[in-house]
């Protein structure tokens, strides 16, 4: 039996260094950025849930301070 999800895509900030035109987000009304208590928890109960693909996107995912925290509880 399969469990699920198998595949999350995740926005993990709505941080953008850029402005594109096309964008829906350029110009647009930020929300709160969630904790980073709060972002490595939901990536510690994927990991525990053995999702088996997460997609990181958001804004940009590289302006998120805590990426690499993230992606090593992901692995």
């Given at each position: ?61 590289t ?13």
């Open positions: 039996m399969t469990r699920f999800p198998t595949f999350v895509e995740w926005e993990l900030t709505d941080r953008c260094d850029l402005a594109c035109v096309h964008c829906h987000r350029a110009g647009g009304r930020r929300i709160a950025e969630p904790t980073v208590a709060l972002r490595r928890g939901i990536a510690d109960r994927l990991a525990a849930a053995g999702v088996g693909s997460v997609a990181l996107s958001g804004g940009e995912p302006l998120c301070p805590d990426l690499w925290p993230i992606v090593e509880r992901l692995k």
